[in-house]
């Protein structure tokens, strides 16, 4: 490699050398009459050959440099290809890494709501680190006001666009249904950039119309592993389904819990998952796709009790469904957990169902009535028992639970269970202790 450059580097100093001498001998020569001008349109023409073959070197100079690990790389027998540049707005790590220093990004998905700069500023204060914790927006609708805001922040976050705006056939009864077919298209192509562009090894995603709490970055962190370790893992989300300020205990921020149900809403992925998932990826309704038992596979998320994250975006393709009813009064953690100090391995499979259900089956069974009446105060914890779709329908909207299931999986649930806060004490909505499963026609 030495010997290469070193040839390339003689070769034009003496380039270099001889045009300079064939410059001053052409100064030099008597010049004949009329022959001045052809002797300054020579030197010029020379000149300008001169500084064209300079800049050939130079460019030869630089890709010899670029070349240098492949040609050093065959020389030892290691078969080596170039790398591309690096993506926005860092390089990912390999796939095989320490937990502790593997880069995650988050990818907030974006659209036409200019108010991202609400989840942006949180997002920005709250980062620890802004070579572990990259941001990437990926814009979708070709929003103006919204990219201008994106583009506000400079580098401290990386704008990446979905190139394909155009509308998307559908059948005609799914005429109304249009947005929810841009959203599958965007989060596919997104996580496409994340995991097949720039090859980061996971990532937590957000949407534009969501507020981060102080510890957010933390509890992922701190989850990273456990989802490493655990393959009856598939996710961690920093959002309740029924993390009402009333139904929670924010006194125990640091309680984290195993769900059957895919809730989203700010959630951490790896790139395995997303090698599964890409294939079959949805045209439309993805969220709802993930909680089908063909994706699920028997598969759990983590999710806390007190939400990491809290919607303010009434504006949408929903129109607002569930949010006056349940998303506005989601409480959002204000306490920092250190997260990182703890041990989590309480939340893998065969140690939490050792804990967690004895737990839940001990805990004294109660009447609804009872639990609204907030008679029998002495017994603490509770149980209420539901034997089918219609009790768990019923018993869920009477105590303010969202009561819509999924493939048979109810909001927040654990193998049927459903823990949360009612009138200051814990009850656990729960079915026989002879469970056996989810029944998909109880959607």
């Not at 300054?40 to 460019?59: N, P, S, Y």
């Not at 893998?348 to 639990?371: D, G, H, I, N, T």
Request: net charge positive.
């Amino acid at each position: 490699m030495l010997k290469k450059s070193s040839l390339v580097l003689w070769g034009a100093a003496l380039f270099i050398a001889w045009n300079g001498l064939l410059l001053l001998f052409l100064w030099s020569r008597p010049a004949s009459p009329g022959e001045g001008d052809r002797l300054t349109a020579e030197v010029i023409r020379l000149a300008q050959d001169a500084e064209t073959e300079l800049e050939r070197q130079k460019e030869l100079l630089r890709q010899i440099h670029r070349y240098s690990g492949l040609w050093g790389g065959r020389r030892r027998g290691v078969q080596i290809t170039p790398k591309p540049p690096p993506p926005p707005p860092s390089p990912a790590p390999p796939r095989l890494t320490d937990p502790a220093s593997t880069v995650l990004p988050v990818l907030v998905m974006a659209c036409d709501r200019s108010t991202v700069r609400r989840c942006l500023d949180k997002l920005l204060r709250y980062r620890p680190s802004a070579q572990r914790f990259p941001v990437i927006v990926s814009q979708d609708c070709g929003h103006a006001e919204t990219a201008r805001v994106i583009a506000s922040y400079g580098d401290a976050v990386a704008h990446i666009r979905q190139p394909d705006l155009s509308d998307i056939p559908v059948p005609a009864e799914h005429r109304k249904f249009q947005g929810y077919y841009k959203i599958a298209r965007h989060y596919r192509w997104a996580l496409g950039q994340v995991f097949r562009t720039f090859r980061y090894r996971a990532a937590i995603v957000v949407e534009d119309d969501l507020e981060v709490a102080p510890d957010f970055f933390e509890y992922f962190q701190a989850a990273f592993p456990l989802l490493l370790a655990d393959r009856s893992l598939w996710c961690v989300s920093a959002w309740n389904d029924n993390g009402k300020e009333q139904m929670v205990d924010v006194g125990q921020a640091e309680l984290l819990y195993r769900t059957d149900f895919f809730p989203g809403l700010g959630w951490l992925l790896l790139a395995e998952l997303w090698d599964e998932l890409e294939p079959k990826w949805p045209r439309a309704f993805w969220d709802d796709w993930m909680r089908q038992p063909e994706q699920r596979r028997d598969r759990s998320c983590v999710r806390p009790e007190v939400s990491r994250t809290m919607t303010f975006g009434r504006k949408g393709v929903s129109h607002g469904q569930f949010f006056d009813q349940y998303l506005k009064f989601i409480k959002l953690n204000d306490r920092f957990v250190p997260f990182t100090q703890l041990d989590l391995s309480y939340l893998k499979k065969e140690e939490y169902e050792r804990s967690f259900l004895p737990k839940v089956y001990a805990a004294p069974e109660v009447r609804v009535e009872e639990l609204q009446g907030n008679r029998r105060r002495e017994l603490g914890a509770v149980r209420l028992q539901y034997s089918g779709r219609d009790s768990f329908k019923a018993f869920a909207k009477a105590l303010g639970l969202m009561d819509d299931l999924k493939s048979g999986v109810p909001r927040a649930g654990y193998r049927g269970i459903v823990s949360f806060v009612y009138r200051g004490r814990r009850v656990y909505l729960a079915p026989p202790s002879d469970w056996t499963g989810y029944d998909p026609s109880w959607s």
